[in-house]
């Protein structure tokens, strides 16, 4: 059974840091695509960023320069490290794992698994 499990959410203060973890088990995604999404109250789900099985990354505008992925393959877990975080960054963030096709890696509906999602939250 395959199963992906956040953690490393939490409250912090605005311009504070938080890295999240998502370790995956019952198979091996060293070639797949990771992602981490987002979704505030009454919002839909956002990405954040992507990291494809060779490295390559790709954030939402709102995250660059804040934000990295990075990925550890021996572990089959991918990080987020959020640093000057900001009240709008609020969000249960989860993560996901596929084989989209390059033009679909930021849709949520093209990533195959998902994490039971971390709460992140920032106070002004």
């Known amino acids: 059974q395959v199963q992906l499990v956040e953690s490393g959410g939490g409250l912090v203060q605005a311009g504070g840091s938080l890295r999240l973890s998502c370790a995956a088990s019952?198979?091996?995604?060293?070639?797949?695509?990771k992602a981490w999404f987002r979704q505030a109250p009454g919002k839909e789900r956002e990405f954040v960023a992507t990291?494809?099985?060779?490295?390559?990354?790709y954030y939402v505008d709102s995250v660059k320069g804040r934000f990295t992925i990075s990925r550890d393959n021996a572990k089959n877990t991918v990080y987020l490290q959020m640093n000057s975080l900001k009240p709008e960054d609020t969000a249960v963030y989860y993560c996901?794992?596929?084989?989209?096709?390059?033009?679909?890696?930021?849709?949520?509906?093209?990533?195959?698994?998902w994490g039971q999602g971390t709460q992140v939250t920032v106070s002004s």
């Open positions: 019952g198979r091996t995604f060293s070639n797949s695509y």
């Open positions: 996901a794992a596929g084989w989209p096709p390059y033009s679909r890696t930021t849709q949520a509906n093209s990533y195959d698994y």
């Open positions: 990291i494809s099985g060779s490295g390559s990354t």
